[in-house]
């Protein structure tokens, strides 16, 4: 599973759901996969860029980190029990939500529409090839 970065810029800033909820916001955070370290930046809740090559020494607010099994199973089209949601996936299934918790709560339901949102894309993708 790999996520293009221009899609998922290009599919976070047509999702309407996603953009209400992260209206304002401001922020940097990570996608962190088994193969891939994905920086993206807002500004004022629009998807500025998506760094496909983030580093550790790069500043961001949160992250959403997990192992390629982890993401798949949350990408799937029916995700398995406890994988619908990244909190049912940090609590049973050793999946990491890290970072600044005031902003992780604020903007919880734009995180939580990022997990439809990649799934989009990467079905797009797998469909492609």
Do not use: C
């Given at each position: 599973?790999?996520?293009?970065?221009?899609?998922?810029?290009?599919?976070?800033?047509?999702?309407?759901?996603?953009?209400?909820?992260?209206?304002?916001?401001?922020t940097?955070?990570?996608?962190?996969?088994?193969?891939?370290?994905?920086?993206?930046?807002?500004?004022?809740?629009?998807?500025?860029?998506?760094?496909?090559?983030?580093?550790?020494?790069?500043?961001?607010?949160?992250?959403?980190?997990?192992?390629?099994?982890?993401?798949?199973?949350?990408?799937?089209?029916?995700?398995?029990?406890?994988?619908?949601?990244?909190?049912?996936?940090?609590?049973?299934?050793?999946?990491?939500?890290?970072?600044?918790?005031?902003?992780?709560?604020?903007?919880?339901?734009?995180?939580?529409?990022?997990?439809?949102?990649?799934?989009?894309?990467v079905?797009?993708?797998?469909?492609?090839?």
């Open positions: 599973m790999e996520i293009n970065e221009d899609r998922l810029r290009d599919a976070l800033n047509a999702d309407a759901e996603f953009r209400l909820q992260a209206r304002y916001w401001n940097q955070f990570r996608i962190v996969t088994g193969s891939q370290n994905l920086l993206v930046r807002l500004s004022d809740g629009e998807v500025t860029a998506v760094d496909p090559g983030a580093t550790p020494f790069d500043t961001w607010d949160f992250q959403l980190a997990g192992t390629a099994e982890h993401w798949a199973k949350l990408l799937a089209p029916v995700p398995p029990p406890f994988f619908q949601d990244y909190y049912a996936a940090m609590l049973y299934h050793g999946f990491r939500i890290e970072g600044n918790m005031k902003t992780i709560m604020a903007y919880y339901p734009a995180i939580r529409r990022t997990r439809e949102v990649l799934a989009q894309v079905a797009r993708r797998e469909v492609a090839a």
